[in-house]
């Protein structure tokens, strides 16, 4: 790559020829203020925040969509340029919903940012505003226009990432909004809730459905058990919330917070992910020896399940028929769980702490009950789990590091790697080629799966047979390995998919992370390491080897895939046009 010479407030630089003039100025230690750029998902220059002078153009040039080039000069912090960003900026906030204080992203907003770091304090343009729209019909996603700066990030992530595009520019001119067609509700429009539309909104115009006030209900009424189960994607990311680096591992604190919320018992959803490898890879040996639908794909991630259902509804006998994790924790709570310790299942409570805003919808399914009695009741974010830890007043980094209930609770490696991208197809693995071979393996690190490549394909012998199997993040690339079966040109015996990019620890639900952290930082790797790092410390590192999912099974279920387990653990699915669709 060759370099250019340019001159930056009055400093002379060599940079990459491929650099734009932002990414120019951020090398070298110049920051530019931006809001509606984000790296190589939305690179537009709409927004305009950003603009520079450049000696020899009459206009200002906007530096996120500008490359360096020979001999450019370029100012950053004229007079001239200060002055067109606080016009810019106060033109937004004049059409903005400045209710900060109440706001979901109040402290986490980059609108608020940008304001204060031009030392903004007063609107001089008071106008006619846009006619908000508020949308909380859905059971996983707000949206209110009245705060939307039309930077268009949600649309390219849903668009480009996700590779839906239910989301849109509607309208012109002063009447611009974004949202799904013909305004439509997020509830009737096609969205998977993935929430990836969520955590790159610099404002508060996209936020997730809370169910902070109904988890205080619960626990403060004294005639319901309340139970909570925290996701395995957690506590890579919880922390973040409260000042620690990204992709450090909170599991201890964690725990000892949720205890302290007043939960009657705490538990580890990577419990119930030990119980889905079970289920799962019986499913999958069950298929390859009697000829069952290949290739079997997993069915753990809410967004994909319904991406397929909404989009490739023919092929949904490909997907397992296992419940999440999520629901085969509450599934078990109300039955297993309720019997062993003599309580009537209406009265507990399942709430779900999980890095993800579908999951929300999810918990809302008819088919996801047992006995009349939804698998899970609540299912809140890894965000509002923060909230209400602050909102109880809990100094988060003063709390000793605790555990989880041991019954329904301990784990293995395997359900803690379930929150990355590639996590459940190594885990299955683990328990598969223990069966096949008959022994213990000690090898049990299947890398080939792990990583954030978009797809990764891989072969792996087990006992002499050939396990063709791919790993797919994002729903853009699930869509490229549908399109080869329907084609019938996969032939491989099991896939992994999960909705979100980098999976679980990606999710919408997970703490938002501004765009000048996300254009530096890869979230999904950095969160990543901290459950590959408890794996990897973990004694027990099989899920059929958990002590508690043995005893599972020879007290309760019997064994995986028996009538018992299918009853409670298992599921089916609906062609788009058949979803009962809430109304």
């Known amino acids: 790559m060759s370099n250019v ?9 060599e940079v990459p020829s491929n650099l734009t003039v932002l990414e120019a100025a951020r090398t070298v230690g110049i920051d530019i203020p931006t809001l509606c750029f984000l790296k190589d998902i939305n690179e537009v220059g709409a927004c305009r925040v950003c603009v520079v002078e450049v000696e020899g153009a009459r206009a200002l040039q906007a530096s996120c969509v500008l490359p360096v080039r020979e001999g450019m000069v370029v100012n950053t912090n004229t007079g001239r340029v200060r002055n067109a960003r606080k016009n810019t900026v106060e033109l937004l906030l004049a059409n903005h919903n400045r209710e900060c204080t109440t706001c979901v992203r109040s402290k986490n907003c980059e609108l608020q940012s940008v304001s204060e770091e031009l030392g ?21 996603i707000v949206r209110d226009s009245s705060k939307c700066i039309l930077c268009g990030r949600c649309v390219s992530a849903c668009k480009n990432v996700q590779g839906i595009g239910i989301l849109d520019f509607l309208n012109r001119g002063f009447d611009t909004t974004v949202g799904p067609a013909f305004e439509m509700s997020m509830n009737d429009a096609p969205c998977i ?56 591992n909170v599991t201890g604190k964690l725990a000892t917070a949720l205890r302290k919320l007043g939960f009657a018992k705490i538990f580890d959803t990577n419990w119930a992910a030990d119980v889905t490898i079970m289920e799962e ?23 994909w399940v319904r991406y397929i259902e909404f989009n490739y509804p023919d092929l949904l006998e490909h997907l397992s028929s296992c419940k999440s994790p999520q629901n085969m924790f509450g599934a078990l709570a109300k039955s297993y769980y309720a019997e062993k310790h003599g309580i009537d299942p209406k009265d507990i409570v399942v709430v779900s702490v999980m890095p993800c805003t579908s999951k929300k919808s999810e918990i809302e399914r008819p088919e996801l009950s047992v006995n009349g009695l939804q698998d899970v009741d609540i299912s809140i974010t890894t965000r509002e789990l923060a909230r209400m830890i602050k909102e109880a007043r809990i100094e988060f980094d003063k709390l000793e590091e605790g555990t989880f209930d041991a019954f329904m609770g301990d784990y293995s490696g395997a359900g803690v790697i379930f929150g990355a991208t590639g996590g459940v197809m190594e885990a299955a693995l683990r328990t598969v080629a223990d069966v096949l071979t008959g022994q213990d393996l000690e090898n049990v690190d299947y890398t080939a799966v792990r990583g954030i490549e978009g797809i990764k394909e891989a072969t792996v012998n087990i006992a002499g047979t050939d396990v063709k199997i791919a790993v797919a993040h994002n729903t853009t690339n699930a869509g490229i390995l549908l399109d080869k079966i329907r084609a019938g040109e996969a032939d491989y015996h099991f896939i992994e998919i999960m909705a979100c990019p980098g999976g679980c620890v990606n999710g919408g639900g997970q703490p938002i992370q501004p765009a000048n952290v996300r254009n530096v930082i890869d979230l999904r790797a950095e969160r990543a390491k901290a459950l590959y790092s408890e794996d990897a410390s973990k004694a027990v590192r099989k899920s ?28 089916h699915y609906y062609a788009r046009e058949q979803y009962p669709i809430k109304k």
């Open 193 to 248: 809730y993935c929430g990836q539309c969520m955590v790159v909104c610099p404002v508060g115009a996209l936020s997730e459905k809370s169910g902070i006030d109904r988890v205080w209900s619960a626990l403060e009424d004294k005639s319901k058990h309340v139970i909570v189960q925290s996701a395995p994607a957690v506590r890579a990311a919880l922390g973040e919330e409260f000042g620690y680096e990204i992709g450090t």
């Open 544 to 571: 059929h080897k958990n002590p508690e999912i043995k005893k599972l099974y020879d007290e309760y279920l019997g064994e995986p895939n028996s009538h018992k387990a299918h009853e409670l653990l298992h599921t």
């Open 120 to 140: 903004i304090r007063d609107i001089r343009f008071e106008g006619a505003k846009r006619e908000p729209k508020f949308d909380d019909a859905s059971y996983s």
């Open 5 to 13: 010479s340019l001159i930056i407030n009055g400093a002379n630089y």
């Open 281 to 303: 890879g019986t499913e999958l040996l069950g298929r390859l020896k009697n000829g069952g639908k290949l290739p079997m794909i997993t069915s753990c991630s809410p967004g």
